[in-house]
């Protein structure tokens, strides 16, 4: 078994399908009920005993300066590249630290903390079984490690989600294969996760971390926004 000893947030995106709402607040600093959707992040975090906790910045960077004032134990990383690349480039800034490290996106809604649990067999994602049809991307598992992955997605597959773990080695090895691609060849236009599950999948013996489909919400869009908080219907209806 592998331990959590820290996690890496992205939160550096632009967050373009959430305008206008995001045209003055960050897409993981936006409220959802209240709360602020990387807040169930962090403190899911917590709740599992990772205190050691970096955020990826870089769209509206002034306004996480906050997340060090409610949650010491937070350290800011800048992305100076968020505006021109994917987000392999937020991987690229925090590449220090991952080492038996959980990597999550922070536009998620945390509603169960025990899938941010820091014990594992070995590194892959977050995924929850889903007999279809699915435009997400999706795993093929075979004698509990990946085979092959979707972008088109399809059915009876595990559907990956923002959250994943890598142990010491993994983890020395996504940060050498990130260097490979983004500071080598030059690539800026990948999702970090392309690295390991398309770039060099042979390289990687990754596996699931079961969930149920309640168990958290992405928030990828202002509709899905507005169907969790009935506060932000009026964007769609034209108002403001």
């Not at 306004?63 to 937070?74: A, E, G, M, R, S």
């Not at 998620?108 to 977050?126: C, D, M, T």
Request: overall charge negative; glycine content about 8%.
């Amino acid at each position: 078994m592998h331990t959590v000893k820290r996690a890496v947030i992205v939160a550096a995106g632009v967050g373009k399908r959430m305008r206008p709402v995001t045209l003055s607040t960050p897409k993981s600093l936006v409220r959802v009920n209240g709360v602020r959707m990387i807040d169930t992040v962090i403190q899911g975090l917590m709740a599992n005993g990772i205190r050691e906790i970096y955020v990826v910045v870089g769209y509206l960077k002034e306004q996480f300066q906050v997340l060090k004032q409610d949650y010491p134990n937070v350290t800011l990383i800048e992305n100076p590249w968020y505006e021109t690349c994917n987000n392999i480039s937020s991987l690229y800034a925090a590449r220090e630290h991952l080492r038996d490290v959980i990597i999550t996106d922070a536009d998620l809604l945390v509603r169960n903390p025990r899938i941010l649990a820091p014990q594992f067999e070995r590194s892959g994602y977050n995924a929850v079984w889903t007999d279809g049809p699915t435009d997400e991307w999706l795993l093929t598992v075979e004698n509990g490690v990946v085979a092959s992955c979707s972008r088109t997605g399809g059915s009876k597959g595990w559907q990956l989600f923002s959250i994943s773990r890598w142990s010491e080695e993994d983890g020395r090895r996504l940060r050498r294969h990130l260097e490979l691609e983004f500071e080598q060849k030059g690539i800026r236009d990948l999702y970090w996760d392309d690295v390991a599950l398309f770039r060099h999948p042979g390289e990687y013996k990754l596996g699931v971390f079961p969930m149920e489909p309640g168990d958290l919400a992405e928030v990828d869009s202002l509709s899905e926004l507005a169907a969790l908080d009935p506060a932000y219907k009026a964007y769609l209806e034209g108002g403001s």
